[in-house]
């Protein structure tokens, strides 16, 4: 497993970027796919966006595609999720994950998470 640390959130206009970081300790973070989920009050945690251990293939969800872009720095083991034209709906607490595999993953560690809030 790897510690998983969130950062970068934070209250922002409707129509702003935030960019959220995710800090992994170990040295095995490049061998891990990434996620992002989200969970909003009230509601279940969904799927935000996953890169593969390289970061070439990537999925998102359609409620963030072509707003939402994840990436992968795995010198400075981090992964980002960098959130354009944000809405009101995208309110939440995001969590960033790894699992071992990209295709059929299993996220077995988390984040503590970081608080989204957008403003209409």
């Known amino acids: 497993q790897v510690q998983l640390v969130e950062s970068g959130g934070g209250l922002v206009q409707a129509g702003g970027s935030l960019r959220l970081s995710c800090a992994a300790s170990?040295?095995?973070?490049?061998?891990?796919?990434m996620g992002w989920f989200r969970q909003a009050p009230g509601k279940e945690r969904e799927f935000v966006a996953a890169?593969?251990?390289?970061?070439?293939?990537?999925a998102y969800a359609d409620s963030v595609k072509g707003r939402f872009t994840i990436a992968r720095d795995n010198a400075k083991n981090t992964v980002y999720l960098q959130m354009n034209s944000l809405k009101p709906e995208d309110t939440a607490v995001y969590y960033c994950?790894?699992?071992?595999?990209?295709?059929?993953?299993?996220?077995?560690?988390w984040g503590q998470g970081t608080q989204v809030t957008v403003s209409s």
């Open positions: 170990g040295r095995t973070f490049s061998s891990y796919a």
């Open positions: 890169c593969n251990w390289s970061g070439g293939s990537t």
């Open positions: 994950a790894a699992s071992r595999t990209y295709y059929n993953a299993k996220y077995d560690s």
